[in-house]
């Protein structure tokens, strides 16, 4: 999807290690979204962030932090993975307004 | 909290039959709706989306109309084909405060 960009796109960890997944748009949205999709479900909303600054927890939050220090990118870090965060992630960023809605291609992580 | 609904699947259809999927959301606010398409190993993309009561969203055959009397968004195509084969989320954005919540998806499989 045009202006969403996900870093990286594919991933393997061991238990234990850290790592930061990198979601960046150039579209100026304020509202910035991470997700993950497991086989078989739906969306389930880690974290997000209402603009520069401010980061909130959805429904899902734990195992992972989150910074949004420019309106433009959306950090997602896992501190000491576990395969249970073994997922799909994809990242998200809507105008103000919802007028304007896009996902990045995803990322999959797999933690062994 | 907000919340979206969405018809339970899967949904079976032979190509050229009608489709409808329905979805009803629960907002507190005035909140933007969208459909999402996701394709089997690939992200979602934003099929449609309507901002306001009465709006009609529309896009590759597909049509919702949000109905805020009954609060809901019921994505319809008059003429599936093989190609619309797919999982699609409803969504909501509750714009006042950002928060991007989806449906559980619906599998669609089209046969020819």
């Known amino acids: 999807n045009a202006g969403v960009t996900q870093t990286p796109k594919f991933r393997v960890l061991k238990t234990g290690q850290s790592m930061t997944l990198l979601c960046a748009q150039d579209m100026n949205h304020e509202y910035m979204y991470w997700y993950r999709q497991d086989p078989g479900m739906g969306l389930r909303l880690i974290h997000y962030s209402v603009g520069e600054g401010t980061t909130a927890k959805g429904e899902v939050p734990d195992g992972y932090n989150v910074s949004r220090l420019k309106k433009q990118n959306f950090l997602l870090g896992l501190e000491s993975a576990a395969p249970s965060q073994t997922s799909v992630y994809f990242c998200?960023?809507?105008?103000?307004?919802?007028?304007?809605?896009?996902f990045g291609q995803g990322t999959r992580l797999t933690v062994v | 909290g907000d919340s979206v609904t969405q018809m339970e699947g899967p949904v079976t259809l032979s190509e050229e039959a009608f489709l409808t999927i329905n979805c009803t959301y629960t907002?507190?606010?005035?909140?933007?709706l969208f459909w999402y398409v996701q394709y089997p190993g690939e992200g979602l993309q934003l099929l449609l989306k309507a901002t306001k009561a009465d709006d009609k969203g529309s896009n590759k055959g597909f049509e919702a109309t949000y109905r805020k009397e009954t609060t809901s968004f019921h994505l319809e195509k008059g003429s599936v084909q093989v190609s619309d084969s797919a999982v699609y989320f409803c969504?909501?954005?509750?714009?006042?405060?950002?928060?991007?919540?989806f449906g559980q998806g619906t599998i669609l499989t089209v046969h020819p």
């Open positions: 969504a909501l954005v509750e714009t006042s405060y950002g928060k991007l919540t």
């Open positions: 998200a960023s809507i105008l103000t307004g919802g007028t304007e809605a896009f």
């Open positions: 907002a507190t606010g005035y909140p933007s």
